[in-house]
């Protein structure tokens, strides 16, 4: 690893597998909307309206983060940058990786339950060696590196 530091290209760790939930959500919650307007149900229409939308712009900001343009990962001796963002080795509680051949990474920062959604990320090329250069830096920095799976939130 250089000591101004490398940089890997990187995209967001949403899923196919977590925008079908969304598509199928939306369409259950649709069919509520329409069972509650034929039957006249007020309260349950516009409550169901209301859970509607909400489940309609996640899956839009699902469908922009899977079609964004690639990010960047740069590893410096002390920090981690992405997108737009510097995580000290510090503030990092643990690194958690999630599959095999396609793995997802996520960064979870100290006094955090989850590994919020800008910090989970999987690598798009030079895939092994951004990873053994991930692993080097997080030894060197003595970060917990783990393999399990991890839940992102928005």
């Known amino acids: 690893m250089a000591e101004s530091g490398e940089s890997y290209k990187i995209k967001t760790a949403t899923g196919t597998e977590s925008l079908i939930v969304m598509v199928l959500a939306v369409?259950?919650?649709a069919d509520l909307v329409r069972r509650a307007y034929v039957t006249?149900?007020?309260l349950l229409f516009y409550a169901a309206v209301l859970?509607?939308?909400y489940c309609v712009v996640l899956t839009v900001l699902a469908l922009i983060r899977v079609f964004k343009k690639p990010g960047e990962l740069l590893i410096t001796r002390k920090a981690l940058s992405l997108y737009g963002r510097t995580?000290?080795?510090s503030q990092i509680?643990?690194?958690?990786?999630n599959g095999f051949s396609r793995k997802l990474?996520?960064?979870?920062p100290k006094g955090r339950r989850l590994v919020p959604l800008a910090l989970g990320f999987?690598?798009?090329e030079d895939a092994n060696e951004a990873f053994k250069d991930l692993e080097h830096w997080a030894a060197a920095n003595q970060v917990q590196m783990t393999e399990k799976k991890f839940f992102k939130w928005i």
């Open 87 to 89: 995580l000290e080795a």
């Open 27 to 29: 369409i259950v919650v």
């Open 105 to 108: 990474i996520g960064i979870k």
């Open 40 to 42: 006249d149900e007020g």
């Open 122 to 124: 999987r690598f798009v």
């Open 93 to 97: 509680d643990e690194i958690m990786v």
């Open 51 to 53: 859970v509607l939308i």
